[in-house]
């Protein structure tokens, strides 16, 4: 209790009526004028007991939102243990424990820094500046699991978290990306020895052409009724629109159709453009996704009108394609739930596994709804569960400057989470790629779009 923390602070001579000096500090940092005019202690308020670091540490808690800190949690989900990451530790608990475990002091605020810089850039940049105003203090060190960096190292000014990762899943890659966020001054970024991944350039608008291809009417095919893709289709078209896309939409088209509709945006590509983004929404088996007359078409045959030599204009460009398909046999869906696959279909012998669906050739995304073998939900109101959660990651954490991947991260988390009314079903995403650097879309001049809420 604060009673007992005045006791012990009387006991070790730190606060005495002669010598409120502390206690004044402290009221004055957290705010509390009234007491400070109470107690007649303005005056003695304007000590320099508690250290500019402290003052910082507590000012970033402060300024911190509960969503802040889940990002924060989560980003250092491989760092901190289980525990500290709960929901009822405090943000000034997780800076304790950084400190605790040696990645946190006022001589390395890299680690903190970093994470704070996609979180709220404000605040990095607070930190930025405490470290310009406490130059007389060591650069900030370089944090890792297996070393601490020499002090040759540390000289030349690198504020880097390398929170070593090792890839034994197919997500640690992009945990990887997410988490190795460096903040090097500029005029040192030569002379840092750490490998940049590069950033796929996005200068131009429109950013490039977003196509989606939304299916619903499968009459005649054997195949039901997709009710809810329109719910995806709006809320696709609201958000790469912000993000500076030029919009198509396509809707019930047949296997032909969709082949013809990937070569016609492959030929209009302009050179202009920075990225190219395909949303299919309809139902598929493994490797494949069935045009509204039931014919299959391969995901290899969707890609390869976009090969670089089929389409130099993308060459060296990232190709996304967000594909929300089944990828294997039908379960039947409970109440409002139906699944994205034929309802009585096997997967064939010679289907295409998703590891052979894409191309070897750089540049491309595939972002699968759901692993080989496995259904994908979708709600017959609220649209499906993967093409929700990417929409809604997109618009929350493209402002704070997570690259794509760490964003798909996020969704494959908050899909992984979601089960039907049964409880019983699940469903995991599954990110394909061969890019070659980072995908950073800009942070949007205008409001962020309002998605449904269910």
């Keep these: 209790s604060a009673y007992q923390l005045f006791l012990s602070l009387c006991d070790q001579d730190h606060l005495s009526e002669e010598r409120p000096h502390l206690l004044s500090e402290l009221l004055s940092i957290i705010q509390r004028t009234r007491l400070l005019r ?177 299916n619903y009417d499968f009459q005649g095919s054997g195949l039901g009724m997709r009710n809810g893709t329109r719910t995806d289709e709006e809320c696709l078209k609201k958000v790469f629109e912000w993000l500076g896309f030029k919009v198509e939409i396509h809707r019930d088209c047949t296997g032909k159709e969709i082949l013809s509709l990937m070569q016609e945006l492959a030929d209009k590509s302009q050179q202009r453009w920075d990225c190219l983004v395909c949303c299919i929404l309809s139902h598929g088996l493994e490797g494949c996704v069935h045009g509204v007359d039931g014919d299959q078409v391969s995901i290899k045959k969707l890609i390869e009108p976009f090969l670089g030599t089929n389409c130099p204009a993308m060459a060296g460009k990232p190709k996304l394609f967000f594909i929300q398909a089944c990828q294997g046999k039908k379960q039947q869906g409970v109440v409002h739930l139906e699944s994205d696959g034929a309802e009585h279909s096997d997967v064939d012998t010679d289907a295409v596994r998703l590891s052979n669906c894409i191309p070897s050739h750089a540049d491309f995304l595939l972002g699968m709804a759901t692993v080989p073998d496995y259904v994908s939900y979708r709600d017959r109101e609220r649209g499906t569960w993967y093409i929700q959660s990417l929409c809604e990651y997109l618009v929350k954490m493209v402002p704070r400057g997570f690259d794509l991947m760490s964003i798909l991260t996020k969704v494959n988390e908050d899909v992984s989470k979601k089960n039907d009314n049964t409880g019983d079903r699940k469903q995991m995403p599954q990110p394909v790629f061969t890019i070659t650097k980072r995908i950073v879309f800009p942070v949007p001049s205008g409001p962020a779009p309002v998605l449904p809420h269910f």
Excluded: H, W
């Design 38 to 214: 109470d107690l007649d202690l303005r005056s003695s308020a304007t000590s320099n007991l508690i250290s500019a670091y402290r003052k910082l540490l507590y000012s970033l808690s402060e300024d911190l939102t509960d969503d802040n800190l889940k990002e924060i949690k989560f980003l250092l989900t491989e760092t901190l243990p289980r525990r500290k990451l709960e929901d009822n530790v405090t943000t000034l608990e997780v800076f304790l424990e950084l400190e605790c475990m040696d990645l946190l002091s006022k001589t390395n605020l890299g680690l903190l820094k970093s994470i704070l810089q996609p979180v709220c850039p404000v605040l990095a940049e607070r930190i930025r500046q405490f470290e310009a105003q406490n130059c007389s203090l060591a650069p900030s060190t370089q944090v890792s699991f297996d070393r601490r960096v020499s002090a040759e190292e540390t000289g030349k000014q690198i504020s880097l978290v390398s929170l070593q990762v090792f890839q034994q899943s197919p997500s640690s890659n992009t945990l990887l990306n997410k988490l190795e966020l460096s903040s090097v001054p500029k005029e040192n970024q030569s002379s840092s020895r750490t490998e940049d991944l590069g950033t796929y350039p996005m200068t131009t608008l429109p950013r490039g052409c977003c196509l989606i291809i939304s």
